[in-house]
């Protein structure tokens, strides 16, 4: 009760369906879509699939495939199952478990691995359920930081794969070792790149600074076990991230004297105007959407009302 909008369910539930069939509907939904959304364990096509050229990894990683599982997942909750027949069940604690888990899991993942593209890949599956955390609070805020993170992590994560292409163009390497001086030759990159990683990890005046704290917000204003503890698993993974993300700029633009791999290699640059305009284009988004987030937030917010 007391629910509006697109939470609102008019009917009893006793009028014909069997609730608890309706549950198991749910839970088996979640995963069915929870695959694209690579929740655990059901995550690792995710990384497999960054062999693929750059520009096609970010659009799977950024949005097209990933995201149609967070969609399928937020189509279920609020306009096929009515809520009220998840809310406050063991559905609703099993669903935030394991998405509170595959937060913090790929993120420790993100930072064990060395493989730079593979890295933001786990960072993906990691920020998937971010979202997938927001949507299963049943609450409207949870649900506006759900969506808004599955727009501004498209934004911020498609910055991040282009100025890794870039790196893995110009130089022909692909490991986060092999970055160690790189910043030197390639600054307007991998100043894109500290930008894009500082959203990433949450941090104010960026877009992803907007979105963690809607769903910080909700998870707190949840009142449930499981609402608190996804709010430490994002905090934990926001620590998590400006390690693996971070660690990159200081190797990029502070190695160590003797471990500088690109020291009087003169011929190493930033890519030509056509390879470098769609980085500075998502760069200015996630920035500008992390000044005035205003516009998108009230829209987003019409269609948690059911206004839209």
Sequence with gaps: GGREGIFAYG??????????????????????????????????WLPGASVAPTPVTALLHAAAVVNSGVFGVMRMTYYTIPVDVVAGTWVQAAVQLVSAFTIVFAAMMALKERHFKRRMAYSTVSN??????????????????????????????????????????????????????IGKKMPLVFTMYTLASLSLIGIPLFSGFISKWYLVSAGIKSATVWGYLGVGALIASAFLCAMYTLTVTIRAFAPPADKDLYAGKTLLKDPDPLMFFPIVAFSAFH??????????????????????
């Excluded at 539930?13 to 059901?42: D, S, T």
């Excluded at 992390?290 to 269609?303: A, D, N, R, Y």
């Design 128 to 181: 998937l359920s971010y979202m997938l955390f927001g949507i299963t609070l049943l609450t409207a805020e949870g649900f506006t930081g759900g969506m808004a993170h599955m727009l501004f992590h498209g934004i911020i994560k498609m910055t991040l794969f282009l100025c890794v292409g870039a790196f893995m163009h110009v130089t022909g390497r692909e490991y986060v070792y092999e970055t160690n001086g």
């Design 11 to 44: 009917g009893s539930l006793n009028e014909g369906y069997n609730v608890r069939l309706m549950q198991l509907a749910y839970l088996f939904g979640f995963f069915g879509f929870g695959v694209k959304a690579a929740v655990f364990p059901l995550h690792a």
């Design 287 to 308: 920035i500008l959407f992390g000044i005035w987030p205003g516009p998108i937030l009230g829209f987003i917010g019409q269609i948690a009302a059911g206004l839209r």
